[in-house]
């Protein structure tokens, strides 16, 4: 077993009756590393997180930490702490003894202990806070003092479940490029669970997309969006439009789909052996869609569509138009370059091909 890996799992099954919440789960993250498993809820990621901690065992499969098999090893006894949702900080005590509750457990000295928090502290952006109470501090630095709690002890990986979903949203912003900043400065290995994926996207190294208890694909954030492997991941990381139509033709892997309306797109093929006749999707990015006129970006794919409204977002304004009954959402340019769009009136959409995916679908 590799050591340069703090986390390696091979195989993981964890069942319930006849339902496998985790499915054939095998993953590595290198020691160091911000890895994510982002999915919605159901999929099996807290399931995951929880034979990570040793709160349960898997049913098949192997655990190792460092190269040390943990699939035995209890809780209390794995290199692991585990952040929550709800803080669960001990609101009789001090900060600084909130901080300092695992080092006394470990009967670290008392002047050890209290050169630790003040350093844990310092890291965290809150020095000099020890002796103030939980309950005087705002969401976010309630926030620091879990994580501080944690790190304080240094363990080989930090599991983080949902920590953020409590706070507020302009609140969880900050803390989203705060986590990353720290998890850098610490160095220490961060497994973080989200059902968000501008929490996984913004934060991550590496992000393990979930699906019904197994991973659909693992990848840098870039290219997730970039080259979702699946129409699940093209259709959960960011926004995305989804087109349905046959396959008329497919080469030098691009696809030319004739959609449910008749008209002709095309698309850069993901799915192996799409053949010709075969139902298929084309997903386009919003933002890879682009206002034109017949005849203009000679190479482009273009669909026509009928304005809905205009939804204002500061730099994330979109025109929402309909195809055939189906919404579809593009970015509106900053540079005022968009043509005048009036409810019901028609556009015509355009993109560069490479930039579409198109999978292949079952027959409805």
């Known amino acids: 077993m590799a050591t340069e890996s703090d986390l390696s799992c091979t195989g993981l099954i964890r069942r319930f009756g006849n339902n496998a919440a985790v499915d054939h789960i095998s993953l590595d993250v290198p020691a160091g590393t911000f890895f994510s498993i982002l999915g919605p809820s159901g999929c099996g990621k807290t399931t ?26 209890p809780p209390n006894r794995r290199p692991v702490n585990m952040v929550f949702q709800h803080l669960a900080l001990f609101p009789t005590m001090s900060v600084g003894d909130n901080i300092g509750y695992g080092l006394k457990r470990r009967k670290v000295a008392i002047v050890e202990r209290r050169k630790r928090i003040a350093g844990v502290l310092e890291q965290v952006g809150l020095p000099g806070l020890e002796h103030r109470n939980p309950q005087e501090l705002s969401g976010g630095q309630r926030q620091r003092v879990a994580l501080a709690r944690c790190l304080v002890l240094e363990p080989t990986l930090l599991l983080l479940d949902e920590p953020l979903g409590a706070l507020d949203l302009k609140l969880r912003e900050q803390m989203k490029i705060e986590l990353k ?14 059902h968000d994926q501008s929490e996984a996207m913004v934060m991550s190294d590496q992000v393990a997309v979930m699906k019904d208890g197994r991973f659909d694909q693992v990848a840098p954030p870039e290219e997730l969006y970039r080259e979702p492997a699946t129409p699940f991941v093209a259709g959960f990381v960011g926004d995305n439009n989804r087109l349905a139509g046959e396959v008329v033709s497919v080469m030098d892997n691009l696809a030319e789909i004739r959609l449910d309306d008749g008209e002709l797109v095309r698309g850069r093929v993901v799915s192996a052996g799409l053949q010709r006749g075969a139902r298929a999707e084309l997903y386009i990015r919003p933002e890879s869609l682009v206002f034109t006129d017949e005849g203009l970006n000679r190479g482009f ?23 055939s009954g189906q919404p579809v959402y593009a970015r509106l340019p900053q540079d005022g370059s968009a043509p005048k769009l009036m409810a019901n009136s028609a556009v015509r959409l355009a993109w560069d091909p490479m930039l579409a995916r198109v999978f292949g679908a079952d027959k409805p």
Request: aromatic share 8%; charged share 25%.
């Open 48 to 73: 995951l997180l929880r034979l990570l901690a040793g709160f349960d065992k898997p049913d098949e499969g192997d655990i190792h930490i460092r190269g040390q098999r943990m699939n035995d090893v």
């Open 181 to 194: 900043h720290l998890q850098k400065q610490f160095g220490t290995t961060f497994v973080y669970i989200t």
């Open 301 to 323: 794919s273009s669909m026509q569509a009928k304005v809905r409204t205009t939804l204002f977002d500061g730099a994330n304004s979109r025109v929402e138009a309909d195809k």
